[in-house]
């Protein structure tokens, strides 16, 4: 399988999402695919207006565009490229402010194309990333619910929604979420523990192991 690790560290050596990502990567035999990338050394473009007039444009009215214009398209093209590819995604990064970093939405935004990973049929969008997988790693510092998202503590956890809802409208066939809280020091081991193995089933039920 061709495996896509989407991954944004900025605590490096002191990340402790890192210390699950690599659980991950030490779960995948040697005879898949690995591709990886650092969002923090390669961030993903964002919408200005010239992007999206010809995002607009070409996707939606279905305008051929020039070669200056395309040109402008490539960062975008080249990463719905990269996750076309992959049977599987492992997104990991840590939790910012109850929900995903900007820097992941942003490469959401980027390969969330119309044409390319989703389309719209009689009744509604359809994914057009069929037969996938995504896994997605996090740690936050305080301790949330994920089993829904309100107002009310401990009901702040936006990650794991919408990065089901992300993977889910683009037509992934499964999407797991592993997450480990690690600011209260008497339970940062116990919850990082649970969530290795968590990984490390979720991994053997797909055959990367």
């Not at 992007?51 to 996707?59: A, F, G, H, S, T």
């Given at each position: 399988m061709n495996i896509l690790i989407v991954k944004y560290l900025p605590a490096r050596e002191f990340s402790n999402t890192a210390i699950l990502l690599n659980c991950?990567?030490?779960?995948?035999?040697?005879?898949?695919?690995?591709?990886?990338?650092?969002?923090?050394?390669?961030?993903?473009p964002y919408f200005d207006y010239g992007?999206?007039?010809?995002?607009?444009?070409?996707?939606y009215q279905g305008k051929e565009l020039s070669k200056d214009e395309s040109s402008k398209m490539l960062a975008m093209d080249k990463l719905v490229s990269q996750l076309k590819r992959a049977d599987v995604v492992i997104l990991a990064s840590p939790m910012h402010n109850f929900g995903m970093p900007g820097i992941?939405?942003?490469?959401?935004?980027?390969?969330?194309?119309?044409?390319?990973?989703?389309?719209?049929?009689?009744?509604?969008?359809?994914?057009?990333?069929?037969?996938?997988?995504?896994?997605?790693?996090?740690?936050?510092?305080?301790?949330?619910?994920?089993?829904?998202?309100s107002l009310n503590y401990p009901e702040w956890d936006t990650y794991t929604f919408l990065s089901k809802i992300e993977f889910k409208f683009m037509g992934f066939s499964q999407v797991e979420v592993v997450s480990a809280a690690v600011a209260n020091p008497h339970n940062k081991d116990k919850n990082i523990f649970a969530a290795k193995n968590k990984i490390m089933q979720i991994l053997k039920d797909w055959k990367l192991n």
């Open positions: 991950a990567k030490q779960q995948i035999n040697g005879s898949h695919q690995i591709e990886e990338l650092d969002l923090e050394t390669v961030p993903p992007i999206l007039m010809n995002y607009y444009r070409r996707n992941v939405k942003l490469w959401f935004d980027a390969v969330m194309q119309k044409g390319v990973a989703f389309d719209y049929g009689e009744k509604g969008p359809i994914g057009l990333f069929k037969n996938k997988k995504a896994l997605t790693i996090f740690t936050s510092g305080g301790e949330y619910s994920n089993c829904q998202v």
